[in-house]
């Protein structure tokens, strides 16, 4: 295991930013360092997602893990679903989100996990949904939960055009604003996520007023990440430098606008989010449908397989530093080098290296 200040040295020299001020170091030295000046690691993790199916009933152009329709074959079981969703709630993760694919392809599925998750009323609970699949016997069975909860509805266009164009699907944006209209009527909090490309970015301001009008608590507005299937049509999705200064600068105007309305959040880059993260020790872990060990989207690197291991063990033995681990670590390093190889679900998947 890397020494923290050879850690913090490597991380901000390979991704060619300046390190975080003394200030800011020793209060996380201070926090989360041993004596040995090495990381001390979460016992479990604070925050988990379940993508619980490779499935989809739409075919989005810039969809980071390639989810279709027909997908799926591979998809943990529901007994393997089930029995880590009761290890999580035993032992307290904060914040679990469902996700996919489309994770209401299997709503019994999501129905009996969000009932073993009700067993400890502490945990929030999310659901990422493209909005076809919502009921109002699913809004109504959701809301009784005791959990604090939330929905995120992915929305790509304030205009039908616009939003179908992105997800390959007609009429994808009329069953999506329904699904976030049907979820705030029942006075659940939903954010909206919006992805911006080349072709949308300058309408992000509709967009917040959109989400304004729906009545969200919040908005996530992300530029589109060279991942997944974008990385395939990168010249019609993907802003260049100076429309992404553009973007920034509607980003400020659309912050000052509607800040006062809901809660608005920019998603960042990945050089951004690596500085971040990873002089940290892992606070979450990504459970992928056929049951892969990750600790986040943005990184390719596999510690086990939940099918095949206990879920504890895999975080204790490989994941809680998964940071420092040296297969992250070199992937960040060929981002920042623009390596073709360093694309997530793009690339083939990296197994984690015993430190």
Not at 294 to 313: A, H, L, M, Q, R
Request: net charge neutral.
């Amino acid at each position: 295991m890397l020494e923290f200040q050879t850690l913090v040295d490597r991380i901000y020299s390979s991704l060619k930013r300046s390190s975080p001020n003394a200030a800011t170091l020793d209060k996380i030295e201070k926090a989360l360092v041993n004596k040995e000046k090495s990381i001390i690691p979460f016992s479990f993790p604070l925050g988990i997602q379940f993508e619980i199916t490779s499935s989809c009933n739409l075919k989005c152009r810039h969809c980071y893990n390639d989810s279709l329709p027909g997908k799926g074959n591979d998809d943990l079981t529901e007994a393997e679903w089930l029995r880590t969703a009761e290890k999580v709630t035993e032992k307290g993760a904060l914040a679990i989100t469902i996700s996919g694919g489309e994770p209401l392809l299997k709503a019994s599925l999501v129905r009996k996990m969000l009932a073993i998750f009700e067993q400890n009323p502490n945990m929030n609970v999310g659901i990422i949904t493209n909005g076809w699949l919502v009921t109002e016997d699913f809004v109504d069975y959701f809301r009784e939960i005791k959990n604090k909860k939330w929905i995120q509805v992915s929305i790509d266009g304030a205009y039908p055009k616009d939003h179908d164009w992105m997800r390959g699907q007609k009429g994808s944006w009329e069953r999506a604003v329904r699904a976030a209209l049907m979820f705030t009527k029942a006075s659940i909090p939903v954010r909206i996520a919006h992805t911006c490309h080349r072709g949308n970015f300058r309408d992000l301001w509709k967009m917040a007023e959109l989400a304004v009008l729906l009545g969200a608590s919040g908005f996530i507005y992300t530029p589109i990440l060279n991942a997944g299937r974008a990385y395939y049509d990168k010249e019609n999705l993907i802003l260049n430098n100076e429309e992404f200064q553009e973007f920034e600068k509607i980003s400020e105007q659309v912050e000052k606008k509607y800040s006062s309305y809901l809660k608005l959040s920019k998603g960042v880059q990945f050089k951004e989010y690596y500085s971040k993260f990873a002089i940290l020790p892992a606070m979450g872990s990504l459970i992928r449908p056929e049951g892969n060990f990750k600790i986040d989207c943005s990184v390719p690197v596999v510690f086990g397989n939940i099918g095949k291991e206990n879920f504890e063990d895999i975080w204790l033995q490989r994941a809680c530093l998964g940071w420092q681990n040296s297969a992250v670590i070199d992937y960040i390093e060929k981002v920042e080098a623009g390596c073709e190889d360093s694309v997530p679900y793009v690339m083939d998947d990296i197994q984690c290296v015993d430190n």
